[in-house]
């Protein structure tokens, strides 16, 4: 059957290229659908403050008149000027096991991102490293949490077989809170609070937008210089912290403060991806949406999606109490857990206390890129 690439865009052309992961991995019961508004939103160059610079082009494959696959190529002309860098990048790549299929998919961002004068395409990020980003490479007999992508194993073998090279590995580790952590653990720990001085408070919902501007300071100060690393502005972290406003867990969400001073914050939210599997179609229906009310306040299973530790605090022992204080939370509570990603590999500040207080990743993910 003959393949066919087509771009899309406007209102009818993006609701096509949303629809493409439901003909693809429909009857893949590890998939989980996402909500198809939450994905418009991603895509969104008109609202999304992300797009005040950048840019997108959408294409779908298809082979008889059914789509095959999908992918964007994204220009975001803030990380190039931070990084001195000339890269476009990939994202929101599904595709069927069809290497033509998807080597015409990575040929079309590559002459869109040529075409803009760039030298090298990496990926997958949807759309930025502040968003979902890497390929799903080990973990993917797992179902995926909140805001982390899932794909099946062969799309590592399209993105390679289309010509790209790992760049960067992404862990994620599972923080189980059923099981008691080790006496020395707790000893230590302590010890470490009674030295440093530092308090735990937790995260105040009610004021989110006043708590929201001071992590934003902290998290670019804590995360500057790490690989891929584009301090959001205020308009994009806004953006997304309004949206997970009504899936934080209030009790595993906290700042650290020594002397009065806000030097860390840890943030969980509940896994919003254990509904969404009872909503396969991703349509906010009224009745979906009762069942998202109703069903996310038993979600006992969370993600850690934001943390940060200033510069200076690093060499105290101070990152280890962040999944000691939350481990010790849980268990109080009775909760399942929660997976701490997305972490680089090589990202010794964090791998070093977790692997520490005994945990192991569990999943990895792969970014890739390509030289043009």
């Not at 994202?91 to 590559?110: I, K, M, N």
């Not at 707790?186 to 929201?212: G, M, Y």
């Not at 959001?232 to 949206?243: G, L, Q, R, V, Y």
Request: aromatic letters at 10%.
């Amino acid at each position: 059957m003959s393949l066919r690439i087509s771009r899309v865009d406007g209102r009818r052309g993006t609701a096509r290229f949303v629809d493409v992961p439901w003909k693809v991995h429909a009857r893949n019961g590890l998939w989980t659908p996402p909500l198809r508004v939450t994905v418009r939103d991603g895509l969104d160059v008109r609202a999304n403050p992300f797009y005040r610079d950048a840019d997108r082009a959408l294409f779908i494959a298809t082979r008889a008149g059914r789509p095959v696959g999908r992918i964007a190529a994204i220009e975001n002309r803030w990380h190039n000027r931070h990084h001195a860098d000339r890269v476009g990048f990939f994202g929101f790549f599904d595709c069927v096991d069809d290497p033509e299929a998807a080597a015409a998919l990575f040929e079309s961002v590559e002459a869109w991102v040529a075409a803009r004068g760039l030298t090298a395409v990496r990926g997958p990020v949807s759309p930025s490293m502040n968003h979902e980003c890497g390929l799903l490479v080990d973990g993917c007999d797992v179902p995926a949490v909140m805001m982390t992508p899932w794909n099946p194993p062969y799309q590592a073998s399209l993105v390679e077989g289309s010509g790209y090279t790992r760049v960067k590995d992404l862990l994620a580790y599972y923080l189980s809170a059923q099981t008691e952590l080790p006496e020395r653990i707790s000893r230590l720990a302590e010890r470490t609070i009674r030295r440093t001085k530092v308090t735990f408070r937790d995260l105040d919902v009610s004021v989110l937008e006043q708590e929201a501007r001071k992590i934003l300071e902290l998290y670019c100060d804590a995360w500057a210089g790490n690989w891929g690393f584009v301090p959001p502005s205020w308009a994009e972290f806004w953006h997304t912290a309004k949206d997970l406003k009504a899936v934080i867990a209030p009790q595993y969400s906290f700042v650290a403060e020594v002397d009065g001073e806000i030097v860390g914050f840890w943030m969980i939210a509940k896994d919003l991806n254990r509904v969404l599997r009872k909503i396969p179609s991703g349509r906010l229906w009224p009745w979906n949406v009762a069942r998202l009310m109703t069903g996310i306040g038993r979600v006992k299973n969370h993600r850690i999606v934001l943390l940060g530790l200033k510069r200076e605090y690093r060499n105290r022992g101070l990152i280890a109490l962040f999944p000691y204080e939350a481990a010790r939370r849980g268990l109080e509570a009775g909760d399942e857990g929660a997976e701490a990603s997305w972490i680089l590999d090589d990202n010794e500040a964090l791998v070093g206390p977790l692997t520490a207080l005994g945990y192991d990743p569990y999943k990895r993910w792969r970014i890739y890129e390509k030289t043009l």
